[in-house]
């Protein structure tokens, strides 16, 4: 296997994570649970689905997995029929819209999921512009556009739900986030959208000091098992989504499938929960994260 190209944001994600170590506190250590709140749902994990789209065998059994497990689902891009199916399966679903350039689009689509029983809405707004220029960019055959701040607030303003945005990735955007009115964001490079981006756990520890309690906190990208979900949470994510390690499970095996390695990952998770003398998620603890030399 060649190389990485430079600045591959995917390959710089993994390199940090692997240089982050975890102390043992073991002695005196108890059961752990894993159980979350998210938007208000109750769920019995914090890892997530990542919000994917145009899967095998469709979305609605992408759904039906992650209700099996117990964990929220993220979707992405689909029909506002498809999005009927994934909801008829009784999933806790937070639907990630496109930065649609028709506002009208965007303004239907967030409809559709108010009316059909989504828990959380979003955008995701790093899926606006080109790779290689400034120009906006076509997704599927649409044509996006970067949302401003008055776009945003439009938006938020536009439904009764949660509103998440995914894409951000620093300090800065956060507190805007907070200051338009979001209940939560997604720290996300879109599978390396951006070159060279600083991997979101990195940046976990100043953003959880930065918003408080006030912004939901999801960590998204390279998130490969329960470990690297522990080192995520540890350092201040209120939840971590997944997506790749759950695209062959689910096409080859249906949910079940999928629901199973959802689950894998939430044992791992306990386990290194177990090994820190973590009680809950509400009691992780940074302080158990250290780094290795990192190059």
């Known amino acids: ?41 109750r769920f019995e994990t914090p890892v997530t689905t990542g919000a994917l789209s145009h899967l095998k065998p469709g979305m609605a059994a992408f759904a039906a997995g992650a209700k099996e497990a117990g964990a929220a689902c993220f979707i992405g891009m689909g029909s506002c029929r498809e999005l009927e199916d994934v909801l008829a ?45 400034d120009r906006d960019s076509v997704v599927v055959g649409c044509q996006m556009k970067l949302p401003t701040k008055e776009d945003l607030k439009r938006y938020i303003s536009a439904t009764r739900l949660p509103f998440v945005i995914k ?52 960590a998204d990208g390279g998130i490969e098992d329960g470990f690297d979900a522990f080192k995520a949470l540890a350092l201040g994510a209120d939840a971590v989504s997944v997506g790749r390690p759950l695209m062959a ?16 990952f939430t044992d791992e998770l306990r386990a290194m929960m177990l090994r820190t003398g973590t009680p809950d998620l509400a009691h992780m603890d940074p302080t158990v994260i250290h780094e290795a030399p990192w190059n």
């Open 167 to 218: 894409g951000a990735l620093s300090v800065r955007d956060a507190l805007t986030c907070a200051e338009l009115g979001c209940a939560g964001i997604v720290l996300s490079h879109h599978n390396g959208l951006m070159r060279w981006a600083v991997p979101p756990a990195m940046l976990l520890k100043d953003i959880r000091k930065a918003v408080g309690n006030s912004l939901t906190v999801i």
């Open 89 to 133: 399966t009784g999933a806790a679903v937070i639907k990630i819209i496109k930065p649609y350039a028709d506002p009208d689009e965007i303004l239907s689509r967030l409809a559709c999921a108010e009316r059909n029983g989504a828990v959380a809405v979003g955008m995701d707004v790093e899926h606006a512009v080109n790779v290689q220029d």
């Open 1 to 41: 296997m060649g190389r990485a190209p430079s600045g591959d944001s995917v390959a710089i994600n993994r390199r940090y994570l692997d240089h982050l170590l975890v102390e043992s506190r073991i002695v005196g250590a108890v059961r752990p649970s894993t159980e979350t709140v998210l938007f208000g749902h």
């Open 249 to 264: 499970p689910l096409e080859e095996g249906g949910p079940s499938a999928m629901a199973r390695t959802l689950r894998a």
